[in-house]
Structure formats: structure tokens, C-alpha cells
């Protein structure tokens, strides 16, 4: 499929894993608007996305407010004229002990991530249904699909946006709609190398970059084609 005009929103696009999606689908001529919280990351983006070539815009928003996230993603859709695809990306990954992490920290983490990505895909609905087609890429983990020590409330929160995406998948297909539930091993990033998962060592561990081109690649295939779900993995971390 060409991406080429194709109107795509990206939540948590001025750094990481959503600044290097929004410029693979931008080299592939496809218009970006950019959510997050610190307007000058989003700036910054945003003025490289226009230097390839294709209209980019941004909203500054909290994701755990809905009546933001309504504003925020109409206000993009104006500005892109319509929305065709939404990477529901923007999360935080808080660690520690189940016991010992202060609860509004863990509270916080499930509404980011888990209410972030409902808030989201239900302000992009409307235009994707308005379009007659679109596509979704909700961003787990892997440790949604397993929890394990220290990261109670991410691997939560991820397990929850797993079934949450998978509900959204058997609903909205019907309405030519893709909706893409991936769940990602460690990727260098602020997150993965504050939290201590890796240092980052581009010779061993998963990029943003390889990130951007897998999920380039899945929104490129015939739109008869969904990948429901997916992992990727370092080879030898
Ligand atoms: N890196 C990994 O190893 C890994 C693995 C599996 C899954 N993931 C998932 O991939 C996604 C991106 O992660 P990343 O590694 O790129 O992390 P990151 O570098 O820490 O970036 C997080 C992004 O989320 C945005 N964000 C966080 N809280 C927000 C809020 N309340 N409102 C609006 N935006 C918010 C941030 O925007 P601002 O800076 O503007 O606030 C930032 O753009 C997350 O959902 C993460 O859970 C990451």
C-alpha cells in the first residue's frame, strides 16, 4: 500500500520509539501529526518531518485526559484535513516493587498507557470510519504478555492494552479497519536505558529505527493483509 498523503497521528512523537516511526512513515510521503507533552521535542520534529517534504503538525497534551486527547486529535485532523492511520504509542514505564512503589505512581502507569490508548483510538474513530478505512497500531510489550519483577504496574497496564487492542480488532475490522496490537522486546530509548533494561548498544540491541521499519512495513501491506499482532527481539542482546 502507498502512504504516500495518508494522514497519520502519532502519540508520543517528539522522541523514542514515536519520533522514529513518524520519520519512516514521513520518508514515505505520508503527513504527520504529533502528540505529546514537551512542545519543544515535538518543535523539533516537527520541522524535520517538514524538511522531507509532507505536511507535519503537533498537539501538546497530557494522554491520560480525555477531553485533551478529543481536543488535541481534532485539532491535528483539521490541521492534516482527516486522520487514516494512529500509532497509539505514547507510555511511561515506571519500575519497582509492587510493595514499595507508591500506588498513585502505579495508578499513574495504567492510566497512560491503558487509558491513553483507549482515549485515543476513540477520538480517531469517527474520522477513520468517516474515511471508510484506516488502520491502528496500538503499542504493547512484551511484558504484557508475561509479567515478571519489578514492573507489576507496566506489565499491567500492557496485558490490559493487549486484550483491550484485540477487543478493538474483532469490533472495528468490520469497518475496514486494521488494528495492529505489537508487543515489542527491549528497544534503546529514554525508557528501556533510564530503567536500567539496557545500555543501548546499537551493535546488540533493537533501535528506534528498527522499530519504525517493522511497523512501516506492516501498514504498507494490501490492505486485505492485517497483522493482527507481532513481537520483535533483539537477536543477541
Ligand atoms: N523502549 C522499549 O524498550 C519498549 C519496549 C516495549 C514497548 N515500548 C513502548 O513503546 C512506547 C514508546 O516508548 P519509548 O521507549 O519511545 O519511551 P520514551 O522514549 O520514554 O518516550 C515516551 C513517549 O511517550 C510520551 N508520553 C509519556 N507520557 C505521556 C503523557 N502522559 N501524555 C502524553 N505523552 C506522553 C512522551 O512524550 P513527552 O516526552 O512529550 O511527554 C514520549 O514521546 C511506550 O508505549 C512503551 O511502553 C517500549
Do not use: C, H
Amino acid at each position: 500500500m502507498n502512504l504516500k498523503g495518508k494522514n497519520a497521528v502519532i502519540t508520543g512523537g517528539g522522541r523514542g520509539l514515536g519520533k522514529a516511526v513518524a520519520i519512516a512513515l514521513a520518508r514515505e510521503g505520508a503527513n504527520i501529526g504529533l502528540t505529546g507533552r514537551n512542545e519543544e521535542n515535538l518543535k523539533s520534529v516537527v520541522s524535520e518531518l517538514q524538511d522531507l517534504g509532507v505536511k507535519a503538525a503537533y498537539a501538546v497534551f497530557s494522554i491520560d485526559d480525555e477531553a485533551q486527547v478529543q481536543k488535541g486529535i481534532q485539532t491535528l485532523a483539521g490541521e492534516l484535513g482527516g486522520v487514516d492511520i494512529l500509532v497509539n504509542n505514547a507510555g511511561i514505564g515506571d519500575f519497582g516493587k509492587l510493595n514499595e512503589m507508591p500506588t498513585e505512581t502505579w495508578e499513574q502507569v495504567i492510566k497512560t498507557n491503558l487509558f491513553g490508548v483507549y482515549y485515543a483510538a476513540k477520538a480517531v474513530y469517527p474520522y477513520l470510519k468517516e474515511a471508510g478505512a484506516g488502520d491502528i497500531v496500538n503499542v504493547a510489550s512484551t511484558a504484557g504478555l508475561k509479567g515478571g519483577p519489578n514492573m507489576s504496574a507496566y506489565a499491567a497496564s500492557k496485558a490490559a492494552v493487549v486484550s483491550l487492542s484485540q477487543s478493538m480488532m474483532a469490533e472495528w475490522r468490520k469497518e475496514n479497519i486494521r488494528v495492529i496490537t505489537l508487543t515489542p522486546s527491549t528497544i534503546a530509548s529514554d525508557m528501556s536505558i533510564q530503567g536500567g533494561l539496557t545500555d543501548g548498544n546499537p551493535d546488540k540491541v533493537l533501535q528506534p529505527e528498527d522499530f519504525a521499519e517493522w511497523v512501516r512495513d506492516i501498514l504498507k501491506m494490501n490492505r486485505r493483509a492485517l497483522i493482527a499482532n507481532g513481537s520483535i527481539f533483539s537477536t543477541n542482546p
